[in-house]
Nanobody, 127 residues
Framework: QVTLIQSEGGLVQIGGSLRLACAASGFNFDLHAMGWFRQAPGKEREFVAAISRSGVNTDYGDSVRNRFFITRDNAVNTVYLQMNGLKPEDTALYYC????????????????????WGQGTQVTVPS
């Protein structure tokens, strides 16, 4: 069974920081590209960040670039999202996702490319 379990989110003030974690089990984590997406009420699900199998390559959505950072630790089968300079527009339900990747350096940025998803965790930045 392939499982992704996310850490708790939280309430963060404007300009604050928060790190989310997503722990994987049931598959070869180091053979999978990983990503983060988010969805706010009434809005479409949005790409946030992606990372290649080894962590050497990353990509980010325009709204979070240079504020959010995705990393992974293959020794503990975990991907992280470090969120800095948080804004009210960052308020959303955040999901991690995994996809088997056959190209070591590729990053995947589309929802349809990910068959496995975490349960979601809420991040709220009040205005």
């Amino acid at each position: 069974q392939v499982t992704l379990i996310q850490s708790e989110g939280g309430l963060v003030q404007i300009g604050g920081s928060l790190r989310l974690a997503c722990a994987a089990s049931g598959f070869n984590f180091d053979l999978h590209a990983m990503g983060w997406f988010r969805q706010a009420p009434g809005k479409e699900r949005e790409f946030v960040a992606a990372i290649s199998r080894s962590g050497v390559n990353t990509d980010y959505g325009d709204s979070v670039r240079n504020r959010f950072f995705i990393t992974r630790d293959n020794a503990v089968n975990t991907v992280y999202l470090q969120m800095n300079g948080l804004k009210p527009e960052d308020t959303a339900l955040y999901y991690c996702a995994a996809s088997r990747s056959f190209i070591a350096a590729e990053v995947l940025t589309r929802q349809s490319q990910y068959p496995t998803w975490g349960q979601g965790t809420q991040v709220t930045v009040p205005s």
